[in-house]
């Protein structure tokens, strides 16, 4: 049973230009949320997908966006990279109505 | 706003030893709480999940516990070993919201020493 993976595993981009990252949730689970860790902090919230459409959106600027295919996979895209946006971005994917959000390996994004 | 603190930020301990990472968060009306493991560079391993109604959980080394009207979960580490080494961070699940998402602390960094 495949796990969340994610792509790519590493990203170098300059301020400016736009960056999709991708997900897939593990077998059978219908729900995704992306988040943002800078060194040294603990993951913040950027959104959450559920049946294609964004359920709840964290205090992130529209920059931000996302969205959901209907096989539950997803993407991040961030428009006009920013220093500032140079993190790890962690996917979790879960089942709607259960509690455990399971993470996958992230993307490190470098933005120069 | 919820906010979740770890202390310490990092810890340093000798194999063998057990040790006891703390957690706490401000606002009580928590739906669950858990705790994750992330060795450098890579995504979060979940350890432990505790119900808000439950007190503690266990696994293996690991026991969690819970005490929700003071806002506060310890992670106990029993007999420590050089793997343990990583980020450990907690994260709380609210009452409210569609998403109940996570907010977690900023982690505690373990370095066990062979």
Redesign the interface.
């Known amino acids: 049973d495949a796990g ?1 993976t ?1 792509s790519p595993t590493h990203l170098i981009k300059t301020r400016g230009q736009q960056v999709t990252l991708r997900c897939s949730p593990k077998s059978g689970h219908d729900t995704v ?1 992306w ?1 943002q860790q800078a060194l ?6 950027i ?2 997908y559920y049946e294609e459409e964004e ?2 959106r ?1 205090n992130f600027p529209d920059r931000f966006s996302g969205h959901q295919f209907p096989n539950y996979s997803s993407e991040l895209n961030v428009n006009a990279l920013l220093l500032g946006d140079s993190a ?1 971005y ?1 996917c ?1 994917s879960s089942l709607a109505n259960l ?8 993307t ?1 994004l470098t933005v120069l | 706003k919820q906010e ?1 603190t770890q202390i310490p930020a990092a810890l340093s301990v000798p194999e063998g030893e057990n040790l006891v990472l703390n957690c706490s968060f401000t606002d009580s009306a928590i ?2 709480l ?1 705790w ?1 493991r992330q060795d450098p ?6 350890l432990l ?1 505790i ?1 808000s109604s439950q007190r503690e959980q266990t696994s293996g080394r690991l026991n969690a516990s819970l005490d929700k009207s003071s806002g506060r979960s310890t992670l106990y580490i029993a007999a420590s070993q050089p793997g343990d080494s990583a980020t450990y ?1 907690c ?1 709380v ?1 609210p009452m409210r ?3 109940r ?7 505690t960094q373990l370095t066990v020493l062979p």
């Open positions: 969340v994610q949320s988040y040294g902090q603990g993951p913040q919230f959104f959450q359920r709840q964290g790890l962690l979790a509690d455990e959000q399971f993470f996958g390996p992230g490190r | 979740v739906y669950n858990q994750f560079g890579k995504g979060l391993t979940s999940l119900q961070l994260a699940r919201g569609s998403a998402q996570l907010t977690f602390g900023s982690g």
